[in-house]
């Protein structure tokens, strides 16, 4: 039976890794905070000390990681993944990170003899643990075909796009919509508060229309629970948000929408809600 391996074992990570576990995968781990694999070593995972062992020791191997800056140490790094390389061992980024540093990847990857495919997802917690993220890949089509049983246990649709770098570009083109949707949302309910009006009525109005989606339901009641648990932290969209507008940049895009967007989730981080849920952006804009 194939060993396939695990890097990162974040709020994404480790609902992945566990559903892997599960469907009866043999999956060695690793986390940079070594205490978190403990919890998968009692699911019947095998955990390694540095991410060259997993690399080394399995034919496939998945990371996902927190952003490009982490993507990249894991894989260059001493003893980083990149050092287990070779002999056609597949490595299958599920980071959401930008093009550029992607391809960096792919090509060190294939350089040193491996097959190299980027998978970011899009989805949060719950799709996570449920397995039905929506999975972005492109690059090598065998390693593609290979994960596939993989992918069909984390997602309920994978689509294969082509060439390293066009995953990389359809997620982050994807957050930036969700993170501009989040930002007139959270404006609507602010203002709505500042009429006088109540929250769940106008989230029942939004329900009842042509505007009905699955993330306003559930954001609009946390929100007017005051509940911003992470199930994608702020942090991280503010980061995709940055790189959907460096990519706009680099293609010469106007992203007027998308760029106000990213000020006001930065205006959240700078009021100390990085560690919680992209709607908390609510309370940035409402202050």
Same mark, same amino acid.
């Given at each position: 039976m194939e060993q396939y391996g695990f890097l990162g074992l974040g709020i994404m990570g480790s609902a992945m890794a566990k559903n892997l576990l599960k469907a009866g995968f043999k999956v060695t781990v690793w986390n940079r905070s070594q205490e978190k694999c403990?919890?998968?070593?009692?699911?019947?995972?095998?955990?390694?000390?540095?991410?060259?062992?997993?690399?080394?020791?399995?034919?496939?191997?998945?990371?996902?990681?927190a952003d490009p800056a982490a993507a990249h140490a894991v894989c260059f790094g001493p003893k980083g993944a990149l050092e287990g390389i070779g002999a056609g061992r597949g490595y299958v980024d599920m980071?959401?990170?930008?093009?550029?540093?992607?391809?960096e990847i792919g090509a060190a990857v294939t350089g040193k003899g491996?097959?190299? $495919?980027?998978?970011?997802?899009?989805?949060? !917690? #719950?799709?996570?643990?449920? &397995?039905?993220?929506?999975?972005? @890949?492109?690059?090598?089509?065998?390693?593609?075909?290979?994960? $596939?049983?993989?992918?069909?246990?984390?997602? !309920? #649709?994978?689509?294969?796009? &082509?060439?390293?770098?066009?995953? @990389?570009?359809?997620?982050l083109i994807v957050n930036m919509v969700m993170g501009g949707m989040m930002t007139i949302f959270c404006e609507g309910l602010a203002l709505a508060d500042k009429a006088g009006l109540e929250g769940p009525d106008l989230l029942e109005v939004i329900d009842a229309g042509a505007m009905a989606n699955p993330m306003f339901k559930l954001k609009g009641?946390?929100?007017?629970?005051?509940?911003?648990?992470?199930?994608f932290p702020l942090k991280h969209m503010q980061k995709d948000m940055r790189l959907a507008v460096a990519l706009g940049d680099q293609l010469g895009q106007p992203l007027f929408s998308a760029s106000a967007a990213n000020e006001s989730f930065k205006r959240a981080r700078s009021q100390g809600f990085s560690e919680e849920d992209f709607s908390a952006v609510f309370k940035a804009i409402a202050s």
């Open positions: 403990a919890e998968f070593a009692a699911l019947g995972a095998s955990v390694a000390a540095t991410p060259a062992e997993v690399t080394a020791s399995c034919s496939v191997t998945i990371a996902m990681l980071s959401t990170v930008d093009a550029a540093t992607a391809q491996g097959r190299f $495919l980027e998978a970011p997802v899009s989805g949060s !917690k #719950k799709p996570a643990e449920d &397995g039905t993220l929506i999975i972005l @890949a492109a690059g090598d089509r065998g390693l593609f075909d290979q994960a $596939l049983p993989l992918f069909e246990k984390m997602g !309920k #649709k994978s689509l294969y796009l &082509g060439e390293v770098g066009r995953g @990389a570009q359809m997620k009641a946390q929100i007017c629970q005051e509940n911003f648990a992470a199930a």
